[in-house]
């Protein structure tokens, strides 16, 4: 098959991106050097937060409100199609305080948070203890985010996968790029070991390892990967009721029962090994969010490489004056959260579109604006 489109990647992003573009009716193939889902995707949370703080942009926060609202409906069209359920299910989530600077914090961000129209109640001592008794009794209080969810996002990813091929793209796990095919300054498909694969557009969504193109392109890529750990426990007693976030790190039980425990921002390179320190963090963090959990079973602990850009937004657009690819990546810790909205924005670049949200902000190209 000659396709339309090489999707390069295929974590949530990646997947997303070719299950858009199938469903339009391109003929898809998308290459991943792992497995679907192997990478950033698969050691995530799964969680899908609509609330970022007071130094979100107004650009990224109306992209993940974007995707966010895509997501009910999303979960349901896999379920139609695939017959799998994504686990898309409410999490709402206390930001705990447990220091009065901690308070003051949260109070301060409460207040924006409610300047902008949302609606995010204060919570004092008892009334978080009532909202999840597993909380440590040392609470002071805490903003509740009702409007949050989960899922599985090894699930996530695979579903999306499949229900591309299912619409007639085709999905190669362990087959890594070689190179990029250029050809009179356009991009034209892609080169494997032995084999050479020609296509319209080529769509980078790589995660981390999306700088490496950076000379064939001749254009800057600075998308490094950060380290992410979490921990997995197991506990006899009740689930989480919701998700627990504070400054040192947040947890949450899955619908498995395993409660999971995260999360470190490092910068280790592509070293992605889990280390004894960080899990020793995790551990003592897990223990101060809700006591109980010191008495669990470890089951499981990883790391995952997150992709992030000097200023923390993702790079979604095609590369300046280079015909022939688009970029999909640095979506960081919100991959989960972005990839409804980047499959359907990349789907419009692709296709001719308008897209639907301005990618000014976005542009892949702005670093190079920068630096002239």
Do not use: C
């Not at 937060?49 to 349901?76: I, K, M, Y």
Request: net charge neutral; charged share 20%.
């Amino acid at each position: 098959m000659s396709p339309d489109v090489i999707v390069v990647g295929a974590g949530a992003i990646g997947s997303s991106i070719a299950y858009q573009l199938a469903k339009a009716g391109l003929k898809v193939m998308v290459f991943e050097r792992g497995q679907v889902g192997g990478e950033a995707t698969g050691a995530s949370a799964g969680m899908i937060q609509r609330h970022h703080g007071r130094d979100t942009t107004p650009a990224f926060a109306a992209l993940a409100e974007e995707s966010a609202r895509l997501f009910p409906a999303l979960a349901d069209e896999l379920r139609d199609r695939t017959g799998t359920d994504i686990g898309y299910r409410s999490a709402g989530r206390l930001q705990v305080a447990f220091s009065e600077s901690d308070e003051r914090a949260l109070r301060a961000e409460r207040a924006w948070e409610a300047d902008r129209g949302a609606v995010v109640p204060w919570l004092d001592a008892a009334a978080v203890q009532v909202a999840e008794p597993a909380v440590n009794t040392a609470v002071r209080g805490a903003i509740y985010h009702a409007d949050e969810y989960q899922l599985l996002p090894l699930a996530f990813a695979q579903t999306l996968a499949r229900a591309a091929a299912d619409l007639g793209a085709v999905v190669r796990e362990g087959a890594a790029i070689d190179h990029l095919r250029i050809e009179s300054e356009r991009v034209v498909g892609v080169e494997l070991t032995g084999e050479s694969v020609l296509a319209g557009e080529v769509v980078i969504a790589n995660g981390s390892w999306a700088g490496a193109w950076s000379h064939a392109l001749g254009v800057s890529i600075p998308v490094r990967p950060a380290r992410g750990q979490m921990v997995a426990l197991r506990t006899p007693r009740t689930a989480l009721r919701t998700v627990i976030s504070a400054a040192a790190g947040y947890a949450l039980t899955k619908p498995d029962g395993v409660t999971l425990v995260g999360t470190t921002v490092e910068d280790a390179g592509f070293d992605s090994r889990p280390t004894a320190a960080a899990i020793g963090a995790l551990l003592a963090s897990a223990a101060q969010l809700a006591p109980r959990l010191a008495d669990a079973t470890v089951v499981g602990a990883w790391a995952g490489l997150r992709p992030r850009t000097p200023d923390g937004m993702p790079l979604i657009g095609r590369v300046g004056a280079r015909e022939g690819v688009i970029l999909a990546t640095g979506h960081f810790r919100q991959g989960i959260l972005l990839a409804p909205i980047t499959g359907e924005l990349v789907a419009d670049l692709v296709l001719g579109r308008r897209p639907r949200l301005p990618l000014d902000t976005f542009d892949p190209t702005r670093f190079l604006v920068r630096a002239a």
